[in-house]
RNA sequence: GCACCCAUAGCUCAGCUGGAUAGAGCGUUGCCCUCCGAAGGCAAAGGCCGCACGUUCGAAUCGUGCUGGGUGCACCA
C-alpha cells in the first residue's frame, strides 16, 4: 500500500474528472504529475505539482487548474483539505481516518508492508565481491560485499527476482603466484625453510594449505619442477582459498545464490562463441592501438592485436580482447561471462565494482549492450574506498607493518550488524570513513545506536503496558479503536510510516540501498521525538494508565514503526535488537 | 592529454531522478532532570549549494565551459 501512489490516483482522477466536464482540454499527458510530501509539514500532508505541470499544455493559468482541482479533490473523503499554494502547488490535508487506516494496513501487512511490484518478478543477477581467491577479505572487499547483499535484498523486496552471483578469478597469473606460495608452505610443512621471495604471498593463512598438501602428498612433491605440480596446487588452493571466503562471507551474513569460474569458461568454446558473436555484427577486427596521449610509455611499441570495437558504443578507445602472444586477456572471459548471464535470461544486470575499476565500465557496457541488442541493462556501481580510523586517528593497512585488517577483524571488533549498517550510511560513490570506535558508540551521533535503540523501546512500550495489565496481543491491536490517536505529533508519525513504501520504490530505482538507511535515521528519530513529547505531555506517553483503549491505539502505532524498522533493517540486513544493554 | 567519480553550514553528510523559505548529525550558544520515560529533549546562530554562462513558469539537481580533489588509462587481473 503505498498511500502517494494512491493520492496521485486521486489527483489525476480529478483532473480527468475536469477534462469530462471541459474544464480542461482532452489528450493531457499527466505521467510528470508528482504527489509527495512537501519540504515543510507545515504546507500539509502531501504536495501535488498537477496544476504547474499542466498550465501550458492546457493553455491555462497553473491557478485557474488549481482552483477547479481542490473543488473536485475536496468530494474526496480521504482529502480534509486542499489549497493553493507559491507558485501553484496544490496541498492536501488528508483526513485522520487515513493516517488511521495507514496504521492498520502496516500492522495488517507486518513484514511485507512496502513491499511492491515495482519489479514484477523481472530477474536480476547482481554480481558482487568476486574478490580475487588468493587470501581471506579484507577491509576494502567489505563495502562491497556488504552493498551488493543489501541491493539484492533490497530489490527482492520490491519485487524482483534476484540472483546474487560471486565471480571466481581462477584464471590468471594470481593464481599462479597463488599455487607457488602455497609451494613454499607444503616445503614449510615437510620441515623445510620456505622461500618466500619477492612477489609471492606471505600471509599466514597459507600455512594450513601447506599442511594438506603434506597431508595429500606427503614428500612426494619435494624435489619435482613446477611443471609437476602447479596445475593441481593450484586447484586445491583456489579451492581452499574460496572455502576460508564462503566462511568471511557467512560472518558477514551474505549468501551467495552462484559461484561461476572463470577458469570453467577456458575450453568451452564460450569465449570463441561470444568473439564471434560480435565478430560477425562488425565489432571485432585486427589492429593496431595508439599509445596514450600525455602519458610516456617508455617500452611502447606497436602491437596488433584483436580488438573490440567498443567505441561504437561510447567507450574512449577500442579495446583488446586478445594479447599480442595470442591469448585472451581477461576482458575475453569477462565478455563471455556477461554473454552467459544474458542469455540465461536475465532482465537486468548489475556488477558491484571497487572505484578502481571505473575504467572497465564503458567497455562491459558495450559489450552487453552489444550481445543483448540493447535489450539488458548493465547497471555498474562503483563503490569507493572506506578510510579507517581508530579514535579520529587515520591508519593505513600495510602487510609489511602488520596492520593489514581482514573482514574477519573487523566483524570480530564490531560485529556483523554494526559493520553492515555503517557501510551503507553513505552512497556508493562517496568515500566513506569507518572509525572502529565511534560505530561502538551508544549515542545519537552514532545512526546503529539509534535505530535499535527506538526499536528496543517499542517492545520496551509493549512490555510495560503488558505489566500493567492491559491486552496487546496481535488480534486486539489489530482491531484498536484508532480513531484516538488524533493528537498531530501522533498523525506526523503515521505520515512518516506512509513514506516508507516511497522510500523503498525510489532506492530500488536507483540501486541505492543507503536510502533505506537514511530513513531509518529518520524515522527512529521522529519516534524518539514522539516518545520524548511524553515527557511535557503525559497524555502523549504510550501506556496510558487506566485507559486500555487509549493504551492499546498507541501501541498499535508504536508496532507499526516497529514493522518498519524490522522491514528496513531487513533490507540491510541487520538484525533488529529487543533490548539495549 | 583523455575518461569516470566527487565538490552543499566550521566538520561529516542527506537532498526523493527539475519544485515552495536548501535539511540532519557533530561542534558552538542558550534553556530543560531532587521523583514518576533525560545513554536524551527544545531553541538559536551558521549557506554566492566550487565558478560562469545556458535550457524554463522554476535549477543544488539538466547542458556547456572552467577551477580544485580522487581513480583509472596497450599486451595486468
Not at 516 to 536: I, M, R
Request: with cysteine; charged share 25%.
Amino acid at each position: 500500500m503505498n498511500l502517494f501512489a494512491e493520492i496521485r490516483v486521486a489527483v489525476t482522477d480529478a483532473v480527468a474528472a475536469l477534462q469530462a466536464d471541459g474544464t480542461l482540454p482532452a489528450g493531457l499527458d499527466l505521467a510528470a504529475i508528482t504527489v509527495e510530501p512537501p519540504r515543510d509539514a507545515g504546507h500539509g500532508d502531501m504536495a501535488t505539482n498537477a496544476a504547474m505541470v499542466l498550465a501550458k499544455p492546457a493553455g491555462m493559468s497553473p491557478r485557474q487548474i488549481a482552483d477547479a482541482l481542490v473543488l473536485e479533490l475536496t468530494k474526496d473523503p480521504r482529502i480534509a483539505a486542499a489549497e493553493v499554494a507559491g507558485p501553484g502547488f496544490l496541498n492536501l490535508r488528508l483526513a485522520p481516518a487515513v493516517w488511521q487506516g495507514l496504521i492498520k494496513a502496516a500492522l495488517h501487512a507486518g513484514a511485507s508492508f512496502g513491499t511492491s511490484s515495482l519489479g514484477q518478478g523481472q530477474r536480476v543477477n547482481v554480481e558482487f565481491v568476486s574478490a580475487n581467491p588468493t587470501g581471506p577479505m579484507h577491509v576494502g572487499h567489505v563495502r562491497g560485499a556488504v552493498f551488493g547483499d543489501a541491493l539484492a535484498r533490497l530489490l527482492s523486496f520490491a519485487g524482483y527476482d534476484v540472483t546474487r552471483e560471486y565471480y571466481i578469478n581462477d584464471a590468471g597469473a594470481q593464481v599462479d603466484v597463488l599455487a607457488r606460495s602455497a609451494y613454499e608452505r607444503y616445503r614449510e610443512a615437510c620441515g623445510l625453510e620456505p622461500e618466500i621471495s619477492e612477489g609471492l604471498y606471505p600471509g599466514d593463512y597459507l600455512i594450513p594449505v601447506g599442511e594438506a598438501l603434506k597431508a595429500q602428498f606427503g614428500g612426494t612433491l619435494l624435489d619435482k619442477g613446477e611443471q609437476f605440480w602447479l596445475a593441481e596446487i593450484r586447484e586445491i588452493a583456489t579451492d581452499l582459498m574460496m572455502q576460508m571466503i564462503r566462511e568471511d562471507l557467512a560472518l558477514l551474513g551474505v549468501q551467495m545464490d552462484v559461484y561461476s569460474s572463470e577458469k570453467a569458461i577456458y575450453g568451452t568454446g564460450r569465449i570463441e562463441q561470444a568473439i564471434d558473436t560480435l565478430r560477425k555484427m562488425g565489432l571485432i577486427y585486427e589492429g593496431h592501438l595508439e599509445p596514450p596521449k600525455g602519458k610516456t610509455l617508455e617500452d611502447w611499441e606497436p602491437r596488433e592485436q584483436t580488438l573490440f570495437r567498443s567505441t561504437a558504443y561510447g567507450d574512449d578507445v577500442d579495446r583488446p580482447v586478445k594479447k599480442s602472444d595470442g591469448t585472451w586477456t581477461y576482458f575475453a572471459p569477462d565478455i563471455a561471462y556477461h554473454y552467459d548471464k544474458v542469455s540465461r535470461g536475465f532482465d537486468l544486470l548489475i556488477d558491484v565494482l571497487g572505484a578502481d575499476h571505473g575504467g572497465y565500465v564503458k567497455r562491459m557496457k558495450a559489450a552487453v549492450a552489444a550481445l543483448s541488442d540493447g535489450r539488458v541493462p548493465l547497471d555498474c556501481k562503483l563503490i569507493q574506498l572506506v578510510k579507517l580510523y581508530k579514535n579520529g586517528e587515520p591508519f593505513k593497512m600495510s602487510k609489511r607493518a602488520g596492520t593489514f585488517v581482514t573482514l574477519r577483524d573487523v566483524v570480530e571488533q564490531v560485529g556483523a550488524d554494526v559493520t553492515r549498517f555503517v557501510m551503507l550510511t553513505r552512497k556508493n560513490d562517496a568515500a566513506l570513513d569507518f572509525d572502529f570506535a565511534r560505530v561502538l558508540e551508544q549515542s545519537k551521533d552514532n545512526p546503529v545506536f539509534y535505530v535499535q535503540y527506538a526499536n528496543a523501546r517499542i517492545n520496551s512500550v509493549v512490555r510495560r503496558a503488558t505489566d500493567a495489565g492491559f491486552a496487546v496481543d496481535d488480534a486486539t491491536i489489530a482491531n484498536a479503536d484508532l480513531t484516538r490517536l488524533s493528537h498531530l505529533a501522533e498523525l506526523a508519525l503515521a505520515r512518516k510510516i506512509a513514506e516508507w513504501p516511497r522510500v523503498v520504490d525510489v532506492a530500488a530505482r536507483n540501486n541505492e540501498p543507503h536510502r533505506v538507511a537514511f530513513y531509518l535515521y529518520e524515522l527512529a528519530s521522529d519516534f524518539h521525538g514522539l516518545w520524548n513529547k511524553g515527557n511535557d505531555d503525559t497524555t502523549l506517553r504510550f501506556v496510558q494508565d487506566d485507559d486500555a483503549g487509549t493504551t492499546q491505539a498507541k501501541i498499535a502505532l508504536a508496532r507499526a514503526v516497529g514493522v518498519v524498522i524490522s522491514a528496513g533493517l531487513g533490507i540491510l540486513g541487520v538484525t533488529p535488537v529487543d533490548e539495549m544493554r
